[in-house]
């Protein structure tokens, strides 16, 4: 699958939240999400800007387990890029198998999540320890779609929230690592 997204900075969660009230947003769920990223032993994914992560997601209602992997960015605007996940049972004996095939456990970043809908956009307010607010904008297509139509409906669904600048590419995981050496 193509996953096409957008991540924006917020000023707050409660002026956002009034703004999809106002576009009749419908709150699909809240989520803890814990997750731990991995770096290959073949390739630097710093440098081929992929991802591999193991994912905790916790409810009221459930408890999840995945493993997700993500390919290169597709383009200069947005975070669009593949996007391979599957469900696991038990994350310890996946991060040892990592770890026997020489994965390194880079660092774990958790983050609260508030999911929105809006026709086929998935909205989420995300609350990160150590990082300011902020929102993706995300919309899922099958692999090789073209995902130019529906990245300018994200730009636009943004300008209708009233965001038109802040955006970032960096995933949380970079954002954490360079402020950690901006702190150094």
């Keep these: 699958m193509i996953e096409v997204e957008v991540k924006a900075r917020i000023e707050s969660f409660e002026s956002m939240k009034e703004k999809l009230d106002n576009l009749n947003a419908e709150k699909v769920k809240t989520e803890y999400q814990e997750d731990r990223y991995f770096n290959s032993p073949v390739v ?21 387990l995945f493993i997700t992997y993500k390919g290169p960015k597709l383009d200069s605007k947005s975070k669009t890029r593949e996007e391979v996940e599957m469900k696991i049972e038990d994350e310890n004996k996946c991060s040892k198998i990592f770890k026997n095939l020489g994965f390194k456990e880079v660092r774990t970043v958790i983050k609260n999540r508030d999911y929105y809908k809006i026709d086929n956009f998935e909205i989420s307010l995300d609350d990160i320890e150590g990082l300011d607010p902020y929102m993706e904008i995300e919309v899922v297509l099958e692999d090789n779609s073209d995902y130019t139509k529906a990245q300018e409906n994200i730009f636009k669904m943004f300008e209708k929230l009233g965001i038109t600048e802040g955006f970032e590419r960096t995933s949380y995981l970079e954002l954490l690592e360079n402020k950690d050496k901006i702190c150094e």
């Design 44 to 64: 630097n994914f710093v440098e081929t800007d992929e991802a591999l992560r193991i994912r905790k997601t916790k409810s009221e209602d459930y408890e999840n």
